[in-house]
């Protein structure tokens, strides 16, 4: 109950290109989604995050897709470009408690 | 923005000896802060919450006394890997929640050390 999927694990997208990253959780209680970016060898650094009243989020080029019946919710980048190619993670926490992370998607954007 | 600072960014210790990593909250009070631990190419799994003025919650499976986390004040948690093995070499990362203005996890830099 307290896992978030997340998937692909690795993405390639070319430099222009939308990527697509998607997140499932259990626990409907969760009510903040966090999306973070981390460098090698770096912290993580919040992207952009969500709360289950709203669904969709929309920060320059990153945008959260959340779909509340479905428990899921989608990070789109785009225009994606080389600068983006890092480690994404999304995450869920309930009442300030502690961050769920999901799994990770390694994404590579090639110019 | 909120602002966490995280020393030392890497560290070399020989097997056996004790290593402290400090987590400090540089423009906001944090009563609670996060230790996590990160493996190669794998996500950040969650060791232990600290709470200012009170024990850390340690996770299933994390020795509390392998890694004693103190957060004595509301902008400084430390934790420290006692009698460090190779094992224990590791990538870990703290974060403090900022309230001011919402949720607001925010994230050292990290602490890359190597029991050698």
């Known amino acids: 109950q307290q896992q978030v999927k997340q998937s692909p694990q690795s993405l390639i997208v070319q430099k222009g290109g939308i990527s697509i990253i998607n997140c499932a959780y259990e626990?409907?209680?969760?009510?903040?989604f966090p999306w973070y970016q981390q460098f090698p060898g770096k912290g993580p650094a919040l992207l952009i995050a969500?709360?289950?009243?709203?669904s969709e989020k929309k920060e320059g080029r990153f945008t959260i897709s959340f779909n509340k019946s479905a428990k899921q919710f989608s990070l789109h980048i785009m225009d994606s470009q080389p600068g983006d190619s890092a480690t994404y993670f999304c995450?869920?926490?309930?009442?300030?408690?502690?961050?769920?992370f999901g799994t990770g998607t390694r994404l590579q954007v090639f110019p | 923005g909120a602002v966490v600072s995280q020393h030392p960014s890497r560290v070399i210790c020989k097997s056996g000896t004790s290593v402290k990593i400090e987590c400090r909250s540089l423009?906001?009070?944090?009563?609670?802060m996060f230790w996590y631990r990160q493996f190669p190419k794998q996500s950040l799994m969650l060791m232990a919450t600290?709470?200012?003025?009170?024990?850390?919650?340690?996770e299933q499976g994390v020795e509390k006394d392998k890694f004693l986390i103190n957060h004595a004040s509301l902008t400084l948690s430390t934790l420290t890997v006692t009698s460090a093995h190779p094992e224990d070499s590791s990538f870990y990362i703290c974060?403090?929640?900022?309230?001011?203005?919402?949720?607001?996890?925010?994230f050292g830099s990290g602490t890359r050390l190597t029991v050698v």
């Open positions: 974060s403090a929640r900022d309230t001011r203005g919402g949720y607001g996890y925010t």
């Open positions: 626990n409907t209680a969760f009510d903040y």
């Open positions: 969500i709360r289950p009243d709203v």
């Open positions: 995450a869920a926490s309930y009442n300030t408690d502690k961050l769920i």
């Open positions: 423009d906001f009070q944090a009563t609670t």
């Open positions: 600290s709470n200012e003025g009170s024990k850390a919650t340690y």
